[in-house]
């Protein structure tokens, strides 16, 4: 059996600005890991910190008018500072000006260099100072970085050189034979297409008359060392290696999560780097997508799409943000995020359906039993169902969980929630208290559903940690044998007689967001121009409606089935509140037949129509004469 041993790590963020929503993201899934593996009863280490050295931080530096040290300790009081507001539980920050990280660098770095995989050398090529790397030609878009959307510079000066190429077969045969190195799959195969061809050897250093602002190399004062050969270290550093007590403990079991804008470094640099240091290597990669603004598109301050989750936490709760991201955002894939939606999802999932449940239930406790959980009589008919469900739940989520299938490991528990919920239907308690000789089956049920919420509220527990002690409460719940992960493989735990709290409504349902701020309020006084040829990149096209329906917990959205020409495609619009699916089944629309597919609640949205609204109402941009699906719009 495997030790139950789990060290996570988040990337240690880059402190030349404030802390987004993508920061946020990435960490919440390390916290929700750490969570649940604790919860499971885990040896857990959760790492996060903050990446401070290299040419940005000095150019952001100056532009704020101080030091780079007074520079980073501010910022990366900020990331702290987020994530207290995010509830988010690390036990170590590390950042990269510390002296324990200092030491590590300098360690491996000689320990590198004297086994010859370091050499001096000149080099000439593009690089991206965003990336703070050189560049291939074949890395680039129309000859811009692909990240950052900006021209490289042409240099050329001295750098020490890491020997990568030499580790790249050992690399590549290592990803084939450990299919679960790098997950999900695409990411795996993008690394091994990276690895059939050779990579070169990695430039891990920089003048220190040119770039101060950096660690100096333990051989040659005069270099200090690249960002990516500093800050990669930092997840043994932390750990004290390579004698510390942590580092013999945890290295061995660590997940690294990161987005996928940094997986050719954490992918290729950092086990090579491993290899030549005789560092075992990280147990696996897990790599995210990007999150869209609510339009579908990159976020930007220019387009009013930017969603801020600190704000949003303040809003909702960071228990609410917390949920919004991990159910609505399948990990690995690009996904939109919004406060409407988050929102849509809050009432559907939250405030119906376990507010509801929880809501119900307290009220039939205090109804029909004055209050304590009744003992419950022998189980029959429907409870069956009920208690298997409850019982194979466990190893679901567990299951889930390990595969990095967050979303997914949410759906099923909300499943369940949504199965008790059918239980009341189906066993209509109200009408068992009518007969004084059904109080016993009543009695059966009412035990079955506050074990049930007993249930829940474990399992919710990693996603939003505020909220089972609240279920509790109202349920009379303080004992914490009552509340481990090993409890909720067994159905019937919860003691009968306990005394309910007071009943809570613990999410109030949202009516209407209050909207952040809008595109078109960032945007008065402040036209933004564009170029004839901006506006030709959009190809706007005809399309017929061949269906249409409803997404599941989804109020304001529709899943459209569309014909273009000869192509069919499914389109997800935001206008369930202004046309049923049955209006628009055979409508000409028109379309944006080019942008980028996106998720939307989990469901792909190829394509986008277009309406014009004023106020609460919304219409539908159509044609004015019949003409064929597929025709382009000038």
Known sequence: MREKVFYVTTPIYYVNAEPHIGHAYTTIIADFLARWHRLAGYDTYFLTGTDEHGEK???????????????????????????EKLNIRYDDFIRTTEPRHKNVVQQVLQKVYDAGDIYYGEYEGLYCVGCERFLTEKELVDGRCPDHGTVPERRKEGNYFFRMEKYRLWLKSYIEENPDFIRPEGYRNEVLSMLSEPVGDLSISRPRRRVPWGIPLPWDEEHVTYVWFDALLNYVSALGYPDGEKYRRYWEHAWHLIGKDILKPHAVFWPTMLKSAGIPIYRCLNVGGFLLGPDGRKMSKSLGNVVDPFVLAERYGSDVVRYYLLRDLPYGLDGSVGEAA????????????????????????????????PSPGPAEGTDHE??????????????????MELSEALKAIWKFIGRANKYIDETAPWVLAKDPAKKERLATVIYNLAEVLRIISVHIEPAMPGIPAKIR?????????????????????????????????IFPRI??????????????????????????????????????????????????????????????????????????????????????????????????????SSKEKVVLVTVDEDIEAGAKVK
């Open 473 to 505: 409460e109202q349920l009379g719940i303080n004992d914490e044998n009552l509340t481990s992960w090993e409890s909720v493989s067994r159905f019937g735990v919860l003691p009968a007689g306990l005394k309910v709290g007071d009943k809570k409504i």
């Open 386 to 403: 009920l208690i298997s469900e409850a019982e194979k739940l466990p190893d679901e989520v567990e299951s889930l969980i390990r595969r």
């Open 342 to 373: 988050l929102v849509e999802r809050y009432n559907a999932d939250l405030a119906n359906d376990l507010g509801n449940l929880l809501s119900r239930t307290v009220t039939m406790i205090e109804k029909f039993f004055g209050g304590y959980i």
């Open 511 to 612: 009516e209407e967001p209050v909207e952040i701020k809008t595109a078109e309020e960032k945007s008065k006084g402040q036209q933004v121009h564009i170029t004839i040829d901006d506006f030709a990149k959009v190809d706007l096209r005809v399309a017929e409606v061949l269906e249409a329906s409803r997404i599941e917990g989804a109020d304001k959205l529709l899943k459209l089935k569309v014909r273009i020409g000869e192509e069919t495609r499914q389109i997800v619009a935001g206008i369930a509140k202004h046309y049923s699916p049955e209006q628009l089944v055979g409508k000409k629309i028109v379309v944006v037949a080019n942008l980028k597919p996106a998720k939307l609640r989990g469901v792909e949205s190829q394509g986008m129509l277009l309406a014009a």
């Open 57 to 83: 931080i000095a150019q952001a530096a100056r532009a704020s008018g101080e030091e780079p040290q007074a520079f980073v300790d501010r910022m990366s009081t900020r990331f702290k500072d987020a994530w």
